[in-house]
């Protein structure tokens, strides 16, 4: 192999290393928050690349040397990383259900605030949660744990032409799982609300002079901030739990996709 030929395989090479690690920022949560400039997200992919291509270059995976077929592994690299990072986001996506839940009992869905992750409108309790999660996770090097998923993929999906096999149950799987944790996160601030819902229209029935109206909202807020106070001590421990099943279903992405 001459050295011009070697150059372009490493090229094309370093290219379809970039293009899954560029799919995978631009959706997963942390990497592929919208506060981040996009300047900073392809200078972040470029240098996992480069870190990355000695490990992927020593397998000496097949590349095609025409320029459709490359286009096609290109095309499939992108989708590879967008997959995973989407398995990824489906973390933010819990704690945001959760927060719309809460806000919805609490009376705060009118108030929806701007969420600075995403630049999205959002719920602010799921803001909240989303926010310490995101502190949690960072003061806790998780974030290496994304990487280091991400690069446990070529051992499951190499880079080569051929094509990607469809999972449609394990997607449908992954949705269910998001809402029955989302239900399952904002269950003790949303039924000790509906607790106090029961209550008020207790209250209102044994004194019917009293304007339930100005009382129901602020005994909800109240209460319901309450409990997310003492709840936060349980909150560290939620969010270990849930990145660990999010972990667990890349490795099962990656298994189905095996190839």
Do not use: C
């Not at 631009?26 to 928050?33: I, S």
């Not at 000496?60 to 077929?69: A, D, G, Q, V, W």
Request: proline share 6%.
């Amino acid at each position: 192999m001459s050295l011009a030929d070697l150059l372009q395989w490493d090229l094309s090479l370093f290219l379809l290393i970039l293009s899954r690690w560029t799919g995978m920022i631009m959706l997963a949560p942390v990497f592929g928050a919208r506060g981040v400039p996009g300047v900073v997200k392809l200078l972040l992919a470029v240098s996992l690349s480069v870190i990355v291509y000695p490990l992927i270059s020593a397998t000496k995976p097949l590349i095609p040397s025409e320029l459709l077929p490359y286009v096609a592994v290109v095309i499939k690299e992108v989708f590879v990383g967008l997959v995973i990072g989407f398995v990824i986001y489906t973390f933010t996506a819990v704690l945001d259900g959760a927060g719309q839940l809460i806000d919805f009992q609490m009376g705060f869905t009118m108030g929806a605030a701007i969420d600075p992750i995403y630049g999205v409108q959002s719920p602010m309790m799921g803001n909240f949660q989303m926010i310490l999660a995101t502190m949690l996770l960072l003061a806790s090097d998780s974030h290496h744990y994304l990487i280091a998923a991400m690069l446990k993929s070529y051992a499951y999906i190499p880079i080569n032409p051929s094509a990607l096999p469809t999972q449609i149950t394990f997607y449908v799987q992954l949705v269910a799982h998001v809402f029955a944790l989302a239900i399952q996160m904002a269950l003790p601030i949303f039924g000790a609300l509906l607790v106090s819902d029961i209550g008020v229209g207790l209250l209102s029935r044994t004194v019917p002079q009293l304007n339930i109206f100005s009382v129901v909202f602020p005994v909800k807020i109240i209460f319901g901030f309450t409990i997310l106070y003492l709840s936060l001590p349980f909150f560290g421990e939620a969010v270990t739990h849930l990145f660990n099943l999010n972990m667990a279903w890349v490795l099962e992405l990656y298994q189905g996709l095996k190839q």
